[in-house]
T-cell receptor
């Protein structure tokens, strides 16, 4: 399958806490991308990590990639209510998305 | 720079009616995509166009047709709408020419379609 699977399906945390979500996949990849979708809106690209990278940072986002385990994680530090959204991973810029992780950040 | 625009934002159709969803991008991107998203689900690819003049089926093409009118515009047509096509439809574009190119996709705001 060319589709990543996000885990957990839903995550609820308090503002200021860190949020971690995971993406597992079965095929080999050249890169993996994370997207965010606010309720009722289109997806927004967050970060891309290539297969030869192990970790990447962008602001409060940290992405790791373990190609031996075929998994990636997205860490959002010091979460805010505005981070409430669904998060999706996409493989190789491929055209399929899993069901996502629904993150709720409580004020 | 408007990015990806979609019209209409909302539409209600009766079963059997037809309509065309419009999408345009002003980023000079080669690739364009149509997705549908059902409640609580991820996006499923309907059709895509890797470059002007080409279109290909995605995961769920049945009941839809597309036209890549020019590099900017990619339309999605429902010839005979069915209740199962009630969904939110997203258009997206990407700079790269192929599905595997490591470029991000830019999404439009979506069209909410209800078929009664």
């Amino acid at each position: 399958s060319q589709q990543g699977e996000e885990d957990p399906q839903a995550l609820s945390i308090q503002e200021g806490e860190n949020a971690t979500m995971n993406c597992s996949y079965k095929t080999s990849i050249n890169n993996l991308q994370w997207y965010r979708q606010n309720s009722g809106r289109g997806l927004v690209h967050l970060i891309l990590i290539r297969s030869n990278e192990r970790e990447k940072h962008s602001g409060r986002l940290r992405v790791t990639l373990d190609t031996s385990k075929k998994s990636s994680s997205l860490l959002i530090t010091a979460s805010r209510a505005a981070d409430t959204a669904s998060y999706f991973c996409a493989l190789n810029g491929q055209l399929t998305f899993g069901s996502g992780t629904q993150l709720t950040v409580l004020p | 720079n408007a990015g990806v625009t979609q019209t209409p934002k909302f539409q209600v159709l009766k079963t059997g009616q037809s309509m065309t969803l419009q999408c345009a991008q002003d980023m000079n991107h080669n690739s364009m995509y149509w997705y549908r998203q059902d409640p609580g689900m991820g996006l499923r690819l309907i059709y895509y166009s890797a470059s002007e003049g080409t279109t290909d089926k995605g995961e769920v093409p049945n009941g839809y047709n597309v036209s890549r009118l020019n590099k900017r515009e990619f339309s999605l047509r429902l010839e005979s709408a069915a209740p199962s096509q009630t969904s939110v439809y997203f258009c997206a574009s990407k700079r790269g020419g192929g599905g595997g190119a490591p470029h991000e996709q830019y999404f439009g705001p979506g069209t909410r379609l209800t078929v009664t």
